[in-house]
């Protein structure tokens, strides 16, 4: 059964700080997904990696995967507040596109 | 990217009834999704929505309580039987994009916010 851990699950922050998320997952998979979530809405999609060593950016958040390590990090840059937001990493399993969901991580940017 | 709407938004129920909760995609999609939120929680995938089949469900999760149709390549329902309290969730629909530069993007719909009371 696949298992999907995301570290820090609480993440509070000053403004202009760098901070990583860690996103371990249990058995191997071929894609992984970055979400944020804003309170009451629904998930927006950030990234998708689908390669070993594949990295990503955004504005200030850049994300990278290590299929052999089966760890995504997900880096924030120099944080403002309008990052503030649960942001999830997904994982495909076994095959059909179906995602196993991380527990979230709560980013809090404080002025 | 595909554009998905859900009806209803939100919705409160009464222990015992059934709700039937639609998503709409403005493309034709090969995979749809239900997932389920519960309070606080992150998302846990109910089953994906076949077309023209029955829908494959994930452990944990039955036809007779959850049953979907995918009538077409844009639209299906969930319906959510024989309500509890622990049904109060938010149930979101996804679609995965298989062309051009968004291949593998998954987007999620608005999400519908049950409460069961």
């Known amino acids: 059964e696949l298992k999907v851990e995301q570290n820090p699950l609480f993440l509070s922050m000053q403004e202009g700080k760098n901070y990583t998320i860690y996103c371990n997952y249990s058995?191997?998979?071929?894609?992984l997904y970055w979400y944020r979530q804003d309170p009451g809405k629904s998930l927006e999609s950030l990234f998708v990696?689908?390669?070993?060593?594949a990295v990503k950016q955004e504005g200030r958040l850049m994300a990278s995967l290590d299929t052999k390590a089966r760890l995504s990090t997900l880096h924030i840059t120099a944080a403002v507040h309008d990052l503030s937001a649960t942001y999830f990493c997904?994982?495909?399993?076994?095959?059909?596109?179906?995602?196993?969901f991380g527990e979230g991580t709560q980013l809090t940017v404080n002025p | 990217s595909a554009v998905i709407s859900q009806k209803p938004s939100r919705d409160i129920c009464q222990r015992g009834t059934s709700l039937t909760i639609q998503c709409q995609v403005d493309?034709?999609?090969?995979?749809m999704f239900w997932y389920r939120q519960q309070p606080g929680q992150s998302l846990t995938l109910i089953a994906t929505?076949?077309?023209?089949?029955?829908?494959?469900?994930e452990s944990g999760f039955v036809i007779d309580k959850f049953p979907i149709s995918r009538p077409n390549l844009t639209f299906s329902t969930l319906t959510v039987s024989n309500m509890s309290p622990e049904d109060s969730s938010i149930y979101l629909c996804?679609?995965?994009?298989?062309?051009?530069?968004?291949?593998?993007?998954?987007?999620f719909g608005p999400g519908t916010r049950l409460t069961v009371t």
């Open positions: 996804s679609v995965e994009d298989l062309t051009g530069q968004n291949s593998y993007e998954q987007y």
């Open positions: 058995t191997t998979s071929d894609r």
């Open positions: 990696l689908l390669s070993n060593g």
């Open positions: 997904a994982v495909e399993n076994g095959g059909g596109s179906r995602l196993t």
């Open positions: 493309s034709q999609v090969t995979m």
């Open positions: 929505a076949n077309q023209g089949s029955e829908a494959t469900y």
